[in-house]
């Protein structure tokens, strides 16, 4: 019989964390804010990143297997509610890849130097860039993990190339011309008077999310009680120093307002390093974020994708989601199916509209959908903590018993501020309520999905 293949470890973790959660384009949309944007990171760090990695190290030392957050609703809430954080899920993904292979395509055209910039706006280009990038990682994952962890472990590495470059850009801007960004001890406070403010600190927050990723391969991991804490702790360390460093560095070389949402990165390092023999830096700096955005579709693709399976198992979905493929042992039908549906999302996502517009239309609706399982995961720690006491495998918390029940509890918090202000039109938006029918709409449409999916195959499950 076909089994699943138990060959991650702490460094692939690590790196699939990075991969997964780091986006530069976030280091982009911090910087457009301006001097507060280190506070914001800060405060997205205390109130959702820790109690996030708390709450994943909890969850998954009482429950290491297959699945991480649709098991964890369910041992909370029961089936019905476990199978609509899974879908949840998995339904972001599904949205997810379009916007993140957008954003790469913007950015691969600069490994070219300014030949080709016009491709930026060109629908077709964008459309096959994705398609192909999607499919080619399909086809390596399901060759196996031994395999696809590879291309996320080089998206791990990917990420860091071009946060150094940033970093060394940065400090040269810094110490030879003086920061292109002024800092006070006035400007550097966020105005929370504005709503604008939260709903880019809910975007930081969303730019923090992924943590939950590794658990969903839980049996595919080496010792996952051991591992993933580790992994997580260490994987933490390095992400908030790529967010937090990166985006000084960034404002230090360029002002707020001249940051571009799609190709920023690449632009700062070539314009800090035109007329000089560094400006490649900046093809550099584009083929970096193309690799480590690649490794991020493939760690979402190969953990998203498990979800379906663990449904398949319990009956919740058909059986062919099931099944294992008879010579790799990987899912391949989840797979298959999760990349097709994502191609037709990239394909309706470049149809009448600017590429620029369709971009913030998925990122966020896909941060509503994706912060549903949040909720279910947050609210899971209260209710097992009071049902089934402490987890062997919790990290003592400062604060004694009121720091176990705290920090999950920011964290939901934070995860229903997040949901209120995403739906917060763009100021650039020509249609706000346009924008927001498609955001709210898109979520609605996949929940209802889900909840009917689950009715309809629930009796099979009870008759299993």
Known sequence: ????????????????????????????????????ATVLWIMALLFFFIPQALAVIELTTRYPKQGGVYIWAQKAFGPKHGFIAGWCYWATNVIYFPSLLIFLGS??????????????????????????????????????LNIGKWIQNAGGFGQWTPVIIIMGAGLYALFTEGSATTFTVINIWPDFARPSTIAFWATMCFGFAGLELAPILSEEIKDPRRTLPRAIVISGIMITIIYIFGTLSLQWTMSSENVSILEGVPQAVSRLFAGTGWVWLGALAAFAITAGGTGGVSAWLSGSARIPYASGLDH????????????????????????????????????????KEA????????LI??????????????????????????????????????????????????????????????????????????????????WGLYRHYSQNAQNA
């Open 316 to 355: 919740y979905l058909p059986p062919a989601f099931s099944r294992l493929h008879p010579r790799y042992g990987t899912p391949h039908v989840s797979l298959v199916w999760m990349a097709a549906l994502s191609s037709i999302f990239i394909l309706m996502s470049v149809v009448g509209s600017t590429i």
């Open 107 to 144: 950015n691969a055209i600069f490994i070219f130097g300014s030949r080709f910039l016009g491709l930026e706006a060109n629908p077709i280009y964008i459309a096959l860039f994705s398609l192909g990038v999607l499919w080619t990682i399909l086809f390596l994952n399901v060759l196996g």
């Open 359 to 366: 971009y913030i239309v998925l990122v966020d609706a896909t």
């Open 1 to 36: 019989m076909t089994e699943l293949k138990r060959v991650l470890g702490v460094r692939d973790i690590v790196l699939m964390n990075i991969a997964a959660i780091v986006g530069l384009r976030w280091l982009l949309t911090a910087s457009r804010t301006g001097p507060p």
């Open 369 to 450: 959908l994706y912060f549903i399982p949040y909720l279910y995961m947050f609210t899971s720690v209260l209710i097992l903590r009071n049902r089934e006491g402490l987890s062997n495998g919790i990290i003592p918390m400062p604060g004694g018993k009121l720091g176990l029940y705290l920090f999950p509890i920011l964290g939901l918090l934070s995860t229903l501020v997040s949901i209120a202000f995403s739906l917060i039109p763009p100021e650039d938006v020509a249609s706000p309520a346009l924008f927001l029918a498609k955001v709210v709409g898109g979520t609605g449409f996949f929940v209802v999905i889900g």
